[in-house]
């Protein structure tokens, strides 16, 4: 007798942890309730990409299956789609916009396949943004609405070009400050943001990778601040600016 489809057991054992025999926490689960956890596994799967480590990787990715099969249950409980409606949906779209694996077009690289799925979107009557989820993190947002945007031709010819224009941004920001105009100094900083996630796209640099990796840097030198003055019994919101600064150079250097 052949083991059970791993994946048909899952969705046996929502459909049992959602009866009325079953889990309390999980009957009581809505779609609502579920997007945090959604958003929470699908950064941990990153996580694990990032860690390097194969085995948490597949663990993270069967966490964020686990929302999968969760949401399609309650969808099918009331009456809407099931698991394998979407995995037929999604089947279906790869076959269709995939014409020179599964049809008789012929495409050789990947920016005929990348423009060939962009005019299939177009005839199913998707814009060119469509597919940006307004959930992403504001900077991947941005990074992905200016690619997509770049891909019918609507994208500045070189990276030095959008650098000027982040220059122009920083001084529209100095004259809204300036102004006291406290809305548009936000619509100006909005811009400089938007801005710079383009110009890390133009240089091929993940803006949301990128601004991780500071965040990561700043947290250890700052954890050696901390260490430091906690070894010399003073606490950090003592510390004279002057000490704080030559902790921070130190911490810099030993990197």
Known sequence: ????????????????????????????????????????????????????????????????????????????????????????????????????????????????????????????????LSGVPRALPALLRAARVTEKASRVGFDWNYSEEVLDKVEEEIQELRDAIAGKREADVEAELGDLLFTLANFARHRGIDPESALRTTIDRFSRRFAHVESSLRSQGVATGDASAEELERLWEEAKRSE
Do not use: N
């Open 1 to 128: 007798m052949s083991d059970p489809d791993p994946v048909r057991e899952l969705e046996a054992i929502m459909e049992k942890l959602r009866a009325p025999e079953g889990c309390p926490w999980d009957r009581e689960q809505t779609l609502e309730s579920l997007r945090q956890y959604t958003l929470e596994e699908a950064h941990e799967v990153i996580d694990a990409i990032d860690g390097g480590d194969p085995s948490v990787h597949c663990e993270e990715l069967g966490d964020l299956l686990l929302q999968i099969v969760f949401q399609a249950q309650i969808r099918k409980e009331e009456g809407e789609f099931s698991l394998d409606d979407v995995a037929r949906a999604i089947c279906d779209k790869m076959t269709r916009r995939h014409p020179h694996v599964f049809g008789d077009e012929t495409l050789h690289t990947a920016d005929e396949v990348r423009a060939s799925w962009e005019q299939i979107k177009a005839r199913e009557g998707k814009g060119a």
